[in-house]
């Protein structure tokens, strides 16, 4: 118990450092970012709005919203959304900001350098308890039901090649109670998800030992050459772990939780979504659209990624395209951080991580 509430207050208490720092990190990067010159590897960046779509051509008062670069596993709803003109038909121009690490994303727009964040429930909810004035307005990605292909599903988890052949199960087992490293930091889709999978199947999640991968492809290299046990992966870079001849041990199925498995969110700061709501709705209008579209066009929703990420992909995640917001498949990511003592029991409700007012 004393490990548990250890680690509550360390993670709590690493989120009101990063809200503290916010003002100054996001500064910075807000300072820096029109004049650092082409984005590192984001090649496609310069070729997104390629399409001959004008915001201005909506017969709408143009509204610019800031975002940072996503050169990653999120990109496919921003690609699309600008290459088929969902952006500019609700009369939105995107300003793209530049590549941030994981920890820089909150912070930039806490401050305003950024209008649009994306996180998974459990980011968001030891955000919000650490003091962010944030809430989320639509969900990204879910998990597929099981008549999708399976390599739309939100993750994987890959060993190495000589573990062919084994169960997630038997090689637990085989490492005879010694710690199993995985990459992903607590919370994320990694740590919650497998923890799942663990608990789903009997095993203890205590023996996972999270180590810190800015990449999936990282991730993979590192379970290559034999210093990491499992990498958790997500659909883009599934072909690489295929083509590398990874162990596949299991993936966001397994945690029984259905759509709830691979969820994720966009969020605006409280104050931004109080004096600008029109904005807000044009931005969900145009990104579930998308969303829509690339879930009934998975062929060139995966090509237009492949090019614009600049990897060889087979899949994108599967995307959340309901009408109503059903807002109860963020609670077991709150569960599962009550659980291991990250929160207490009431501390974060979905009420204080979400609203359903744009989407009805």
Not at 7 to 15: A, L, N
Not at 188 to 216: H, M, R, W
Not at 239 to 249: I, V
């Amino acid at each position: 118990m004393a490990l548990q509430k250890k680690q509550r207050f360390i993670v709590i208490g690493s989120v009101a450092v990063v809200v503290a720092a916010g003002i100054g990190i996001g500064a910075y990067y807000g300072r820096t970012s029109d004049t650092i010159g082409p984005i590192e590897g984001a090649q496609g960046l310069t070729t997104l709005k390629d399409g001959g779509f004008d915001a201005a051509a909506s017969g709408k008062k143009v509204i610019t919203l800031k975002t940072d670069t996503k050169k990653n596993c999120s990109s496919t709803p921003w690609v699309i959304a600008e290459k088929k003109g969902f952006f500019a038909a609700e009369g939105l121009e995107i300003k793209y900001t530049g590549e941030l690490t994981t920890a820089q994303r909150l912070p930039s727009v806490l401050n305003g350098t950024n209008d649009i964040g994306g996180a998974l429930p459990n980011a968001l909810a030891t955000f919000v308890a650490g003091g962010a004035k944030i809430k989320a307005v639509t969900l990204g990605e879910v998990d597929p039901p099981s008549s999708v292909d399976p390599k739309f599903r939100h993750m994987r988890f890959v060993g190495g090649e000589k573990l062919a052949g084994k169960t997630l199960k038997e090689f637990v087992e085989s490492k005879k109670g010694a710690k199993i490293t995985v990459s992903g930091t607590a919370p994320s889709c990694n740590t919650f998800i497998l923890n799942q999978i663990f608990k789903n199947a009997g095993l203890d999640p205590s023996q996972i030992e999270y180590v810190a991968f800015e990449s999936d492809t990282a991730a993979i290299q590192a379970v290559q050459q034999g210093n990491l046990d499992i990498a958790g992966i997500h659909p883009p870079f599934y072909k690489l772990a295929n083509d590398s001849k990874l162990t596949l041990f299991a993936d966001s199925a397994d945690t029984g939780l259905g759509a709830a498995s691979g969820v994720s969110t966009y969020y605006f700061t409280d104050k931004f979504i109080q004096e600008n709501p029109e904005a807000v709705q044009r931005f969900v209008t145009a990104i579930k659209k998308a969303q829509d579209w690339i879930n009934d066009n998975t062929d060139e929703s995966i090509k237009l990624t492949a090019e614009y990420i600049g990897q060889p992909v087979n899949a994108t995640h599967y995307f959340f395209e309901e009408k109503t917001l059903p807002t109860q498949l963020l609670q077991p990511w709150i569960d599962d951080l009550v659980q291991s003592g990250a929160l207490k029991k009431d501390q974060v409700k979905i009420d204080d991580l979400i609203t359903s007012q744009f989407n009805i």
